[in-house]
């Protein structure tokens, strides 16, 4: 029990240590980042409504041209509100994903409706604070009550979010249904809540989406630390005092805000699509928090310029779609080629394991027929080879080629691999033999492991020990020799060849 | 400008009377549809609910768009054929895809349920628009659908007999299909949906059964989205069974349960909007979602008031042996 607290303590201790160090070094490029996305909202803060592929009649690059250099004050608007919006979606998405609430951010944005329509109700006009207030109010109300329902009946979280999600849309659609039926209902414009477009953000817009923005970096960095325990270990968090209830609801809080603001741009359905799917990608290419939170961010923006564009190249296509879609292909690109998880590596990892293994098989074989002789012949031709593995010449000669090929044995007839015939003559180099004597003592220590430590009969060991040998790696060896006192003999009476043995 | 009051004043006359006096027809066909479709959405949702894959269907309701656009623009006809057959290729492409991504790679269930339907729904919308001047859908419609237009919809004839319009005999159908195929592998259902292990132990797999719902689950929501629209499907299937389930632990019960809050769904529903000329659809969720906050705190084994009053009864007979002491 003491040596349980201890431990604890300990990992308390590492876990702010590391994050001191954490803090600052994602302190620093945020800072900078936020400086001049700021010092880009001031130049835009004039900015029109209108649809941004209207301007454009010019060819391709030209549109481009003008894009990128932020021209037309509309284009200025569209591309700072989906940045802004990718960076705050990205950042608390992360969260999301990686405590497993992802379709959260789903139930949130249609549960902000009926919040929206009362918002507009409150002076009849798309005054943004109003409905900002108004939808903030009812998406925390709607996770609120997703908490409550799992607590207190048998239903599943997915049926509560399920039910919350289409409750309150339910909802916002009979308000939404009655506004436009009362007479100043056709000028709502309520709908653009539904698809988005960006070109529309009005300065007012752009003013909460970056004061969102700041106020959600600001406050992760502050509570960075316990965010991130709750993430990963919420007994963890709960044991060492973390207000959890409270930090769960200020999340939610914030997740609201970002859901909120973003409506307009990317419409309602789509939103939760960049809550999910940047931080996604990024939890593909990490395993560390802070990186993880700037790779979404980083990929939230990628897609909202992504979509702000090919939406501006297009003339008239919605942007949201088209940002979701921007990062569903990184998405896309992440699940390929990440380095470390990506489709590819794995693809790659598993053929040089299995090119790997068939080499140690062979360099095996190598050993049992030098063994049958005493240890006293050191060259073999390829047809014994072949009896001894049980398998035709070709594929025989093929191994052999792969060993020659990786340097663990040479052809003694002839440095050439012109014509090989059955009597082709190999012998083992010095690093072969030495990488064939490990293999066969894993194999043996294992078995030997097995029936002494573990009472399997002696019987029903090689079939384990055949996988495991190329598995164990020298701390396990260690380990195990240690714990059998540097065996000599197998089960089966036959040799483990030691370290030091390991010469010939 | 003048500006009308939100919420009109209740006329009992309006609102209960005339409906069924002097458009009775109308209202029998809206009230119908509704019932079918809740009612339908209901059984299949019992199941739904425990296997947990309530999200699931919302992820298959909303990627059936582009499966529809692309089978109207293949085409070029409203046919109800057609549409099923796109829906439910879209539907099996959805859930082969959250399984790839969950099998491939380290993202997990919902994540994926997420990526996949917001990415389809993105491209169902983007074809909407590149096609805008060749489909007559529009997103709208199919995330709202409109119950209220049932009765101006084309009629079919069973021979030269009228039955009724198109929509309804279609939902009615499915509604046949769906009774009779319960019937026929309620065991079955019943064991996958509590104990997959035994239901594999006794010959029954459940990969089949699951894959079979999903199929099922993908026709059911392509044939309500039209009148009910795509989210709203959602509340159809989870509202009953979950309101169900907070009654009973008998899953027979709970079907029938759910079918008798169907007919309540759509009766209440519809002269709720009448009332507050709102849309049906959202009248129904909206009376689902007052059921179900009821059934909530008044059901009589796991309420929030039994479960209140049984703390409080616990607290009291724990204390009671530190009392006598004292």
Known sequence: ?504 | MQREKLIPEFDWHTVLVQPWSEYASNSLWIVLMGFLVSGTCGLVGCFVILRRMALVGDAISHSLLPGITLAFLLTHSRDTLPMMIGAIAAGALTVALIEAIRFSSRIKADAAIGIVFSSLFAVGVILISVFADKVDLDAECVLYGELGFIPLQEVAYFGDQAIGPKPVVRMAVIAVIAIVLLIAFYKEMLVTSFDAGLAASLGISPARYHYGLTLFLSIVIVSSFESVGVVLVIAMIIFPGATALLLTDRLSTALWISTALSAFYAIFGFHLATWLNASIAGGMTVIAGVLFGFVWMASPNQGLIVQYRRRQSNNNENLEPFNQEL
Not at chain 1, 104 to 124: E, I, K
Not at chain 1, 181 to 194: A, P, Q, T
Not at chain 1, 442 to 468: K, M
């Open chain 1, 1 to 504: 029990m003491r040596a349980f607290w201890k431990q604890d303590f300990q990992a308390e201790a590492n876990f702010s240590r590391m994050n001191r160090q954490e803090r600052t070094s994602v302190l620093v490029p945020h800072l900078r980042l936020l400086a001049s996305l700021f010092l880009l909202l001031m130049i835009s803060s004039v900015a029109h409504a209108a649809k941004i592929g209207e301007i454009a009649e010019t060819s391709w690059a030209e549109q481009a041209l003008d894009f990128f250099a932020l021209k037309h004050p509309a284009i200025r608007a569209a591309a700072l509100g989906t940045l802004l919006i990718g960076f705050c979606c990205g950042t608390l998405g992360s969260f999301l994903v990686v405590r497993k609430l992802a379709l959260l951010g789903d139930t949130l944005s249609h549960a902000v409706l009926p919040g929206v329509a009362l918002g507009f109700l409150w002076n009849a006009s798309k005054d943004p604070w109003a409905i900002f207030i108004g939808a903030t109010g009812a998406g925390i109300m709607g996770v609120a009550l997703v908490g409550w329902i799992k607590q207190t009946t048998r239903l599943k979280e997915d049926s509560a979010m399920g039910m919350v999600l289409a409750g309150f849309y339910g909802l916002g659609v009979c308000l939404t249904s009655m506004i436009q039926n009362m007479v100043m209902g056709n000028k709502s414009g309520l709908d653009k809540f539904f698809f988005g477009q960006a070109a529309a953000l009005s300065s007012g817009d752009l003013w909460l989406l970056g004061i969102t923005s700041s106020i959600s970096i600001v406050l992760i960095l502050i509570f960075y630390k316990e965010f991130l325990a709750m993430s990963f270990d919420i007994g963890f968090a709960k044991a060492v005092g973390m207000p959890v209830r409270a930090l769960h609801y200020l999340l939610m809080a914030l997740l609201t805000f970002a859901v909120v603001v973003s409506l307009q741009a990317v419409g309602v359905v789509l939103v939760s699509a960049l809550l999910i799917t940047p931080a996604a990608a990024a939890y593909l290419l990490t395993d560390r928090m802070h990186w993880m939170l700037v790779l979404a961010a980083v990929f939230g923006m990628a897609s909202g310029i992504l979509g702000a564009f090919t939406s501006y190249l297009s003339n008239n296509l919605p942007t949201g779609p088209l940002i979701v879609l921007g990062s569903t292909s990184i998405f896309a690109l992440a699940l390929v080629f990440g380095p470390r998880y990506g489709l590819l590596t794995k693809i790659l990892r598993r053929k040089r394991q299995r090119k790997r293994i068939a080499l140690e098989n062979t360099l095996k074989s190598v050993f049992h027929l030098s063994e049958n002789s005493g240890f006293t012949r050191k060259e073999f031709d390829i047809s014994e080879l072949a009896k001894e593995r049980n398998q035709d010449l070709a594929s025989t000669e093929k191994e052999i080629r792969a060993l020659v090929a990786a340097r663990l044995a040479r052809n003694v007839d002839s440095e050439g691999d012109t014509e090989w015939s059955g009597k082709a003559r190999f012998q083992l180099k010095k690093s072969g033999w030495h990488r064939a004597c490990e293999i066969v003592r894993n194999h043996r220590l294992w078995e030997l492991y097995l029936t002494n430590a573990a009472q399997y009969q002696s019987d029903h060991v090689h079939d384990d020990a055949e996988e495991i040998e190329h598995l164990i790696g020298e701390d396990i060896v260690q380990r195990i020799e240690e714990r059998l006192r540097n065996p000599i003999q197998d089960p089966h009476g036959k040799l483990i060849p030691r370290r030091d043995q390991i010469t010939a």
